[in-house]
């Protein structure tokens, strides 16, 4: 099958640079798939897990925290403000942050903003425990 | 003239201290490579980043946004990015001075600007002036992820999106080289001058609209921005420091070499009289 070059790019440097058949990552307007030969697109990400296929099955999963997804005819970048591969998770932290941001949301629940921001960090916390544990 | 103790002590003591600041010269020298690595990775996500913004603001010249449009300025909002610590030559005085004058020649009242400090040296520097800064930042690591800064990078985002203030301009200090940094001057908010890189335009489509992806990533770019600026400022602290505990150095060699030579020749001058005095008793003798 026909591949394209994918890049994941984060302010700390880049994260993945590799030749894939198929990304799927879930723009907030739902889940996209894209293989070679899309035309020209731009779409901003969830929370979530954007998917690698390489050759046949192999795949990878990368947690990706906000972002967006550009395509071009040849190559597809995905600019995240954090994005890691699952060996990459530091896991115990994950689960640290899921706890406080469960903890939080408990306690605070009159306070706006600070509801907003603690939905956030559990959404991001989940996403890497899921990541690394491998489902999607 | 000192005793000879007293010179010694002199020159002990500045030994010590030029290997103080030897030590901190090669902190310094090695913090600025890791800076300067940072800075370089961030490189390619502000080039992407740059490219898409320009393509979709410039492309499309239907799509607006309140960040890409300037507003009649009631209020000016400075960004200051500081050292947390002295002892870095003129790095902080050169930024603060430059800011401090511009406030004085643009604005005559206190209503007219705030100000945002990151760096506790910046803070404090207005805190003396009377000007408490609306958000600051201290403490920061020398190599700041991006998750280290998120909090106030978004923050000074939001304030311009609540209308805190109309426009906002950022100062630092950019790294030209080890031994140069410029203070530099940039309009952050509203993003009026967005550049394209010299890339080719892509025409896209957009997943739903353009409105909501500016929405995404138009806060995103401006965040990059500071970001960036403030990698760059950490590589120009370091190199500034580098360069202070440089001339420390070189300042405490020249000053252990003229107490040395003063030292020899108090120790010289008293062996002469020494004689000088044997010979006299001894002739007294004869």
């Known amino acids: ?136 | 003239m000192a005793s000879l103790r007293d010179i010694q002590t002199r020159i002990t003591s500045t030994k010590k201290t030029s290997q103080i600041t030897k030590a901190m010269q090669m902190v310094s020298a090695s913090k600025l490579s890791r800076a300067e690595s940072n800075a370089k990775s961030f490189v390619p996500y502000m080039d992407k980043i740059q490219e898409v913004v320009a393509s979709i603001a410039l492309g499309s010249k239907d799509v607006t946004h309140p960040m890409l449009v300037s507003r009649p300025v009631k209020k000016t909002g400075y960004l200051v990015i500081t050292s947390d610590r002295g002892l870095a030559g003129a790095y902080n005085s050169s930024i603060l001075r430059s800011v401090y004058k511009q406030i004085q020649e643009r604005h005559t009242s206190k209503d007219e600007y705030v100000v945002i400090a990151l760096g506790r040296v910046g803070r404090d520097f207005f805190r003396m002036r009377g000007i408490e800064a609306i958000e600051s930042v201290t403490g920061l690591p020398d190599q700041p992820s991006f998750a280290d800064v998120k909090e106030i990078v978004r923050k000074t985002v939001d304030l311009f999106s609540e209308g805190a203030y109309d426009e906002l301009y950022m100062y630092y200090s950019h790294f030209v080289n080890a031994i140069q940094q410029d203070v530099t001057m940039k309009k952050v908010l509203p993003l009026t001058d967005i550049e394209s890189s010299g890339g080719r335009l892509s025409s896209y489509e957009f997943e739903p609209s353009a409105e909501e992806i500016l929405e995404v990533l138009l806060p995103q770019y401006a965040e990059s921005l500071i970001y960036g600026a403030l990698l760059d400022g950490k590589a120009s602290e370091h190199a500034a420091r580098m360069t202070a505990m440089q001339s420390a150095t070189d300042n405490a060699k020249e000053l252990i070499r003229a107490l040395t030579l003063q030292y020899n020749r108090a120790r010289q001058a008293a062996i002469t009289q020494e004689i000088t005095e044997i010979v006299g008793g001894a002739a007294a003798l004869e």
């Open chain 1, 1 to 136: 099958m026909k591949t394209f070059n994918v890049n994941i790019v984060t302010p700390d440097g880049p994260v993945v640079d590799t030749n894939v058949e198929l990304v799927s990552a879930k723009a907030q307007s739902g889940e996209l798939g894209i293989m070679a030969g899309h035309v020209p697109m731009v779409a901003p990400l969830q929370i979530g897990a954007v998917r690698l296929v390489t050759d046949g099955k192999q795949s990878e999963l990368v947690a990706i925290s906000g972002g967006f997804l550009e395509v071009r005819p040849d190559q597809v970048t995905i600019l995240a403000q954090a994005a890691e591969k699952a060996e990459n998770i530091d896991v115990a932290r994950a689960k640290e942050a899921q706890q406080r941001a469960e903890q939080l949301l408990q306690s605070k629940q009159q306070e706006n903003i600070d509801f907003k921001r603690a939905e956030l960090a559990l959404k991001r916390a989940i996403n890497r425990v899921n990541v690394y544990e491998g489902k999607l």
